[in-house]
Each structure stands twice: as C-alpha cells, then as structure tokens.
C-alpha cells in the first residue's frame, strides 16, 4: 500500500479524465468551461497503464471525475477498461448527471458500482440558475434510475452556499428520509479563480454538524477506503447524511486519495502549490511499468501534512474542474 511520510495509506485514487465540464456552476465556472491549454487528454492506453500501476501499488478504489467526465466519447470504455483492472475493488463516477438518466444500465454494466450526483438545489428555478443548465427534472429522475439499476452506492453531492441555496437544508435533509441515497454536503472552498465568492457564500460546516445532531442524527465509523465525509444516520431516515468539511481540524490527518489530472500529472494535494507532477512520458508502453510503480511511490514523499485553506493559501488549483475537486 502507498504511505506517505506521515503514515497515510493510500487506497483512493481520483483520476479526471477531462477539464471539459458542460455546466457553469456559480461556485466553479460561471463562465463556462474556457479551453486554454493545447496537450491533449490521456487516451485509453494511458488511463489503462495508470490504473494498473496504482492497483499494484496498493490502490482499490478509482473515481472517474472532471470537469464532466461523461462529455468523453470513449467514457464507456474507460469505465470497462479500469473496472478489468485486478485490484480494483470499487470504481466510482462523479457526475452532474447530465446523461445519466439514459446511460445508467450501461454504465453500470461497464463497471462503475458507485455514483455520486451533484445536486445543489431542490427548486428547479434556483437549479438552473446555480448550473446554467434546466435539467433538474432529468437529474431528479437520474437519481432514481441509478437506485433501479443497482448501483452499489447511490451519493448525491450538494454545495450549500449562503443566500444561495443554505435554506433548503432542511429539504435536503428530508430528501434522505425514504431514499437509501448518502446526501453529501460539501462545504464551499476557496479557489484563486473565486475568492470573493468564497468570501460571501461560505457555510461553515460546524453550523450543519450542529443542525443535525439537534435534530438526532448520529456519527458513523469511517471505513478505510471511504472518501472525505464524515457519515451520520438516523433511525427514522433510510438514507445517510455526509459532511465533507476541509477547513475543520485535522481534516487532513484521513486523507486517504490522490488525484491524477486528464494530462497525467499527479497531484499530491488538491490545494497544493506548484501544480502537478507528471506521469505521461512513462505511460507509453506496458514496458514502463516498473518506472512508472517506482515515480508514484518516489513522488508521494512530498506531499505535506495538511494544507493551508485556513490562511487563505489555496495552492494552484484555479477551480474545481481542473483536478477534480
């Protein structure tokens, strides 16, 4: 297993496959997906040879991420080629469900077990203008398609941000009560491209801890190849609440996944400086196998203990899409 130098395990990998994203999220690309780079994206043979060097080094679980992952021509593929890969015991899918309603089946059959959905608002009209997209019927109706066609974990992913959509916590909460989804809520994060945004729409997620222990949600234990939301269920609500909160103390001390860009650079640290390291030259041939297990594990000496969001420090990541999130 990939361990750091301060003792963390690394059995998580988020592997985005694209910059590209089709919606313009107010917290991440208001402006829409801008193309401002020239190398190209890593073609099925690359994402092949990176899945299998990461599982022989101890990764079990891969997440497909963007930008939107599924904008890709060749995402089933990719979905069939990672999931043959020996060792990888999960393959997870970030989506904002844009055509997931009609792919669901044939993703799941490619592979994928595990799907996360973004959806930040319960109103269809705040939806649209949070997204730029009026999709929200269609991805309200992903949700239950994924539940049908046996998704082993079914997620829905939701920015709270203030005056924007905090009211509904509430709603959202209730969202959960007769549904075997994990509703995650994911505190806003500052990123160089949306500082002033960060500044007036930050939620702390202390002040949703707090709602939901009031109304008797309990902690759950926190499984080794987990993600970075702490889990609570409630004995009257079939599905679970997460919180996935970066600026609470030792945040970091769990961090259990590295990401590695659609350009192949590794990134140690989603807000860490200096951008990524890279991978491609040594994924060429099956031949760089060898070379390529040995610069992961060499690379993972740097990353630090914990980054610096508190201060104000938010690395190199311009927004969300860049890496992943």
């Not at 702390?204 to 609570?232: H, K, M, N």
Request: net charge positive.
């Amino acid at each position: 297993m990939l361990t750091d130098g301060h003792g963390r395990q690394f059995p998580y990998l988020r592997l985005s496959l694209t910059d590209v994203c089709n919606f313009r999220c107010s917290y991440c690309l208001p402006d829409g997906y801008r193309c401002d780079r020239g190398d190209s994206e890593l073609t099925l043979a690359e994402i092949t040879r990176l899945a299998r060097a990461f599982a022989t080094l101890g990764t079990r679980k891969i997440r497909l991420t963007g930008g939107e992952p599924t904008v890709r021509r060749d995402f089933t593929d990719i979905a069939r080629a990672i999931s043959a890969s020996t060792g990888i015991r999960t393959l997870a899918l970030t989506t904002n469900g844009y055509r997931l309603a009609q792919n669901a089946h044939a993703w799941r059959d490619a592979g994928i077990d595990a799907i996360n959905i973004s959806l930040d608002s319960l109103d269809a009209k705040r939806f649209a203008r949070i997204t730029g997209h009026d999709r929200h019927a269609e991805v309200l109706a992903s949700i239950d398609t994924c539940l049908d066609a046996g998704y082993r974990a079914v997620k829905v992913n939701t920015v709270l941000m203030r005056g924007v959509n905090d009211d509904e916590l509430e709603r959202f909460i209730d969202f959960s009560k007769a549904r075997p989804v994990s509703l995650r809520f994911i505190e806003l994060m500052e990123t160089s491209d949306r500082r002033a945004f960060f500044r007036e729409h930050h939620v702390a997620s202390t002040t949703i801890r707090e709602r939901l222990l009031a109304r008797g949600w309990l902690p759950c234990v926190r499984l080794p190849d987990a993600g970075p939301a702490q889990e609570f269920a409630h004995p009257d609500h079939t599905g679970r609440i997460g919180l996935i909160a970066p600026y609470s103390k030792d945040f970091c001390t769990s961090c259990n996944r590295l990401r590695v860009s659609s350009r192949g650079e590794l990134h140690l640290c989603l807000f860490g400086e200096g951008g990524g390291l890279s991978l491609r030259e040594l994924l060429a041939g099956d031949d760089q196998h060898d070379a390529l297990v040995a610069r992961i594990r060499a690379l993972l000496t740097g990353k630090q203990a914990a980054h610096q969001l508190h201060t104000g420090e938010v690395g190199s990541t311009r927004h969300l899409a860049q890496i992943g999130g």
